[in-house]
């Protein structure tokens, strides 16, 4: 399973024919597209239907997206999920969904900062609900996560989990590109692969605490970063070996069928076509 992912296209009003061009290779790249956030610049409804438009006439495998705080800004975010929707996107929002065997966990994430610098619920009321919305959006990846059966599972974020890809960055906004709440479920429930987008001048690659792989995918630093290349990160997850259980039902199976007799070979000229 192919998986690109990329962030950040801030489709703006006047975005209508600027993304198909770049969006078109990934047809050949890829067996699901997955979109990390700030889909669009304002969070308007004309700006979703542009990139209904751009996906509809450059992307033919399935798009898998969460959505970003600009997405938000205009208090519009529902109808940018409908019109999303319509077009055939699948936007997770704390949900769970399964695509060719691979499970996704998507959320949009919030911020709040890293390690021992993240904010916490003290103080005034403020800081609480600030702190209680990045504490929400780690219990939806949660929950999601909790919900995953596949083996093969990845994580879909708009905010950084982790403060490796979001360096490069000025380190005075590194509290709001993300936050470690983000991730302590990752930590719990194993994953492939993170990625996230929003830092766009962050650092493109980086790890978790157990080791996960987490890219950075927005779009603007993949640009600027890879000049050569298609603005998508591309993923491939190997076949997983089977389970203990799997591999034993296999195992009897295979067993079974050596004991049964073995298959004549038709003569040459033989032909079962009707
Ligand atoms: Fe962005
Ligand atoms: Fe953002």
Same mark, same amino acid.
């Given at each position: 399973?192919?998986? $690109?992912?990329?962030?950040?296209?801030?489709?703006?009003? #006047?975005? +209508?024919?600027?993304?198909?061009?770049?969006?078109?290779?990934?047809?050949?790249?890829?067996?699901?597209?997955?979109?990390?956030?700030?889909? #669009?610049?304002? &969070?308007?409804?004309?700006?979703?239907?542009?990139?209904?438009?751009? =996906?509809? $006439?450059?992307?033919?495998?399935?798009?898998? $997206?969460?959505?970003?705080?600009?997405?938000?800004?205009?208090? +519009? +975010?529902?109808?940018?999920?409908?019109? =999303? #929707?319509? $077009?055939?996107?699948?936007? =997770?929002?704390?949900?769970?969904?399964?695509? &060719?065997?691979?499970?996704? @966990? &998507?959320?949009?994430?919030?911020?709040?900062?890293?390690?021992?610098?993240?904010?916490? /619920?003290?103080?005034?009321? @403020?800081?609480?609900?600030?702190? +209680?919305?990045?504490?929400?959006?780690?219990?939806?990846?949660? &929950?999601?996560?909790?919900?995953?059966?596949?083996?093969?599972?990845?994580?879909?974020?708009?905010?950084?989990?982790?403060?490796?890809?979001?360096?490069?960055?000025?380190?005075?906004?590194?509290?709001?590109?993300?936050?470690?709440?983000?991730?302590?479920? =990752?930590?719990?429930?194993?994953?492939?692969?993170?990625?996230?987008?929003?830092?766009?001048?962050?650092?493109?690659?980086?790890? #978790? /605490? /157990?080791?996960?792989?987490?890219?950075?995918?927005?779009?603007?630093?993949?640009?600027?970063?890879?000049?050569?290349?298609?603005?998508?990160?591309?993923?491939?997850?190997?076949?997983?070996?089977?389970?203990?259980?799997? /591999?034993?039902?296999?195992?009897?199976?295979?067993?079974?069928?050596?004991?049964?007799?073995?298959?004549?070979?038709?003569? @040459?000229?033989?032909?079962?076509?009707?």
């Amino acid at each position: 399973m192919r998986l $690109a992912a990329a962030g950040d296209l801030h489709v703006k009003k #006047t975005s +209508q024919g600027a993304l198909q061009p770049l969006l078109a290779p990934v047809n050949d790249h890829a067996d699901v597209l997955l979109l990390c956030g700030d889909l #669009t610049d304002y &969070g308007l409804r004309e700006e979703a239907a542009i990139l209904a438009k751009e =996906l509809n $006439a450059a992307v033919r495998i399935p798009v898998v $997206a969460v959505l970003g705080n600009h997405d938000y800004e205009s208090g +519009q +975010q529902e109808e940018v999920c409908r019109i =999303l #929707t319509d $077009a055939g996107v699948k936007i =997770l929002d704390g949900e769970a969904y399964e695509i &060719g065997g691979v499970g996704i @966990a &998507g959320a949009k994430g919030f911020s709040g900062g890293f390690g021992r610098a993240t904010l916490g /619920a003290w103080g005034e009321q @403020a800081t609480k609900h600030y702190v +209680q919305e990045a504490i929400d959006e780690a219990l939806k990846l949660e &929950g999601a996560l909790a919900r995953l059966r596949t083996r093969q599972r990845i994580a879909l974020l708009h905010y950084s989990p982790i403060r490796g890809t979001v360096e490069g960055e000025p380190l005075e906004i590194f509290p709001y590109l993300g936050t470690s709440r983000l991730e302590e479920p =990752l930590n719990r429930h194993p994953v492939d692969v993170v990625f996230h987008g929003h830092a766009h001048h962050g650092a493109p690659e980086g790890r #978790t /605490a /157990a080791g996960t792989p987490v890219y950075n995918v927005a779009m603007p630093l993949l640009l600027q970063r890879y000049p050569d290349r298609p603005p998508f990160r591309v993923v491939e997850l190997p076949e997983a070996p089977p389970s203990e259980t799997e /591999a034993a039902l296999l195992n009897a199976r295979q067993t079974a069928s050596s004991k049964r007799p073995p298959i004549v070979e038709k003569p @040459a000229g033989s032909s079962d076509r009707h």
